[in-house]
């Protein structure tokens, strides 16, 4: 007997990029995210007798985030030793936040095995120790992280504002370098670091205001210049991390051209090469028409806004 679990990634439109505190993972700027559906992670628990064991698709795995982060955990509560096998239906490490997803789902299904108790907004505090992003996939619709609880919170619901998201693929490999170190060394070494953290502020309480309105315009221009200074810290990061390839920069430069030609349509883009297109609803069909013809671009996958976490019945 197991329990699965059902939990979908997130994209950042304000974006977490840095690191208050590592020990106990809090984020040095809050950020907001749309959880997006049609990209999910399947995760199924249960105990056994032998040691921990994780399965990635078919194949056992050593994670030391998922060992730490069972460690953090039983400080607490009784989890006796498991199994845990999880696969997604997306690119795994490729910027389209796998570890949100990941995280999401073994909450969810931890709290239901072995009966924690534990209400939405616990269980979104728990998955942040295992990775910031996943605070934000317990949830469904557009999702805030903030201080000082850094429990998610829902902004809007799914059926609220049902935005179409676009996700270029441009490359399905593993990123040379992962968030978690990425941010670490975005911290110490760039000299935009600093600026980056306190303009993410205003960019957050904006967004915020501009999604509370569903101003689509005016969250157009604070999500595509959060992005893009996200991507300058990186940028200025010693040494660089530059996620992007030629078809990235080539999706960013279709969907401004789009948008000339006044379809309501912005990009972003997470730690990866993958551009998201974010569009009111209706266009998303005729822009994933469009950015599947961009050199370079592998596939295109056509979304909407996601739901919360769930138990697999
Ligand atoms: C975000 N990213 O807000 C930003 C945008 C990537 C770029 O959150 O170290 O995997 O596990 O807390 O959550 C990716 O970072 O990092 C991320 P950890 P996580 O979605």
Known sequence: MSTIAHAHPNIALIKYWGKESIERNIPSSPSISLTINKLTTRTSVRPINDGDRFLFGNEQVEDEKITRFLEFLRHTYAIPPIEIL?????PTGAGLASSASGFAALVTALNEEFKLGLAQSEQSVLARMGSGSAARSIFGGIVSLEGPTWAAQV?????DWPLDIVVAITDDNIKDVSSSVGMTMSKESSPYYDDWVKSS????????????????????????????KMHAVMLSTLPSLFYWNPATVACIKQIRDLREQGIPVFFT???GAQ?????????????????????????TISATVG???????
Request: hydrophobic share 40%; with cysteine; net charge negative.
């Open 307 to 313: 739901e919360d976490a769930w138990i697999e019945t």
């Open 86 to 90: 999880t696969e997604n239906n997306f």
């Open 201 to 228: 502020e205003t960019d957050f309480k904006n967004a915020r205001k501009y999604i509370l309105q569903r101003n689509f315009d005016r969250l157009i221009e604070v999500a595509e210049s959060n992005c893009l």
């Open 275 to 299: 551009v998201k297109a974010v569009c009111l609803p209706g266009t998303g069909e005729n822009v994933a028409h469009i950015l599947s013809q961009v050199p370079g671009v592998l596939r």
């Open 269 to 271: 883009i997470d730690a």
């Open 155 to 159: 902004l809007l619901k799914q059926n």
